[in-house]
């Protein structure tokens, strides 16, 4: 460790003297895991409120026109005006924070016209880093298999981690950080997790220095209150990710049981990130893959609504991604 460290003194002296790039002071994940518990952080998560996070599960999981919260809502990504409408919502209100925002095509077989992923930036400072993150999850939902979902208000899935999107854009965009944080919600996964293989070859092909990537879907689910969460890694790379996520967790006092388990199946669009070859993990809560179980009765029903949804814990979760976010972006303070 104390040859590592004096490495990257040198490093830092010899590029100095040069009038080096500032990007040579930026953390690597590993470096990050290190850090002491850091106020600053501390202060930056609390801002994550459970209102919010209700309010976009509420617009997500309705129909347009019903009472406020009805829950007969679609975005199903072959119904083109259920998931355009979900689309459109996220889009806005990304615009709203001030997030250079747009929509980016893919085709997809079931739908008529272009189906969209909708990606929002914001930028970081350090014009030496192209180093980005991303903070990510499907937007679009299924009820009663995949042929028609008319009703299918996905309460859990996908809209909560779709809010945790939202909501940790909203807190990490009144703040400014040296490395870009990239804010993406997919549409087509339930059909083959389409849109996020569109979006990861595209960003591979661009050359995307991608730092990590942090993939919500599933996180309002806790029946047992035991607060367990599930880090999924499928590689070496991206279980630094997790690591990183369970050293906040800790730091910060989140009252969250994290958990790795041993495998992480290729069921959500962290892996079109991983199939590409980037750090990418999936923060789902307790399924049947590790140790405990307490996995979503409702999932892919129509009973998938808010009133199954423990906010709290969603929020806690979301409070552990954006802290993690904020580290490894690095606050410019
Ligand atoms: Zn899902």
Redesign the pocket.
Known sequence: MRRFLLGIAIVLVFFGALGAPSFVSQLSVAEAALQPRDPFIAQLIEHVQEAQLREHICQLQSAEGGEACNAQGSRWSCDSAAIDRAVEYTRQYFEKLGLSTKLDPYSLACRTGVSHNVEAILPGTDPGSSEIILIT??L??VAQGVRSSRVAP?AD??AS?SAGVLEAARVLSQYKFKRSIYFVLFTG??QGLVGSRFYAARLKREGANILGVFNM??IGYDSDDKAVFEIQAPDEDSYQLAQLLMTTTHHYGLALEPEVPDQAPP??DHASFARQGYPAVLLIEDTELGETQDFNPYYHTTADTLEAINLSYAKRIVQALVGTVAQLAEPVQ
Do not use: F
Request: glycine residues 14%.
């Open positions: 999850a499907h679009d939902s996905g899935d996908n981690g996964e339930e879907d599933m069921w959500s």
